[in-house]
């Protein structure tokens, strides 16, 4: 195990536990870093915006958690951790006057992201083609993309349309 894969226990559950705390220390405000659906511990590299991270807001299996991807927000399935964030977490700050601050990106994802991994592995089929900026080979594969980080990274920019991000994935965010 490294350092990197190790989880201490850190989590939303435990901020509400301090909370009263945090008060105390003359905070208004807490800024959280990213707490959205991510395969790291860092969370900036999003496999999905729309939901919490299960490690940080649900005690259950989170693999049992993870509910189909679709962008449409009229599908989207709440889990128990989105629940907790919505239903625990906000009503703990606001009943404590904090404000909540949080923090993440909006212009890349992680490349687990299902619409990144269909983008992938579909190409030019994927509804998703268009969300990022793929290189495709003379077949039409995929070889390479647009990354934050760098050149075929781990962290997939979303395509940019005059300044702003693409159709897809401002729908999205």
Wanted: with cysteine; hydrophobic share 35%; proline share 8%.
């Amino acid at each position: 195990e490294t350092v990197f894969e190790r989880r201490y226990g850190g989590d939303l559950q435990g901020v509400v536990y301090r909370l009263d705390h945090i008060k105390k220390l003359g905070a208004s405000a807490i800024w959280l870093c990213p707490i959205f659906d991510a395969v790291s511990l860092h969370k900036y590299d999003a496999t999905d915006h729309r939901h919490i991270d299960p490690y940080l807001a649900w005690p259950g299996s989170p693999d049992e958690l993870s509910p189909e991807f679709t962008p449409e927000a009229d599908h989207w399935v709440w889990t128990p951790a989105d629940h907790y964030f919505v239903e625990t977490f906000l009503p703990a700050t606001r009943d404590r006057d904090l404000h909540v601050i949080l923090d993440g990106v909006w212009n890349h994802v992680g490349t687990a992201h299902p619409a990144f991994r269909d983008a992938r592995d579909r190409s030019k089929a994927s509804p998703y083609f268009d969300w990022f900026d793929l290189r495709t080979d003379d077949s039409g594969s995929v070889i390479g993309w647009r990354a934050w980080d760098r050149r075929d990274g781990d962290l997939p920019a979303f395509r940019q349309v005059d300044g702003d991000l693409a159709p897809g994935p401002k729908a999205y965010v």
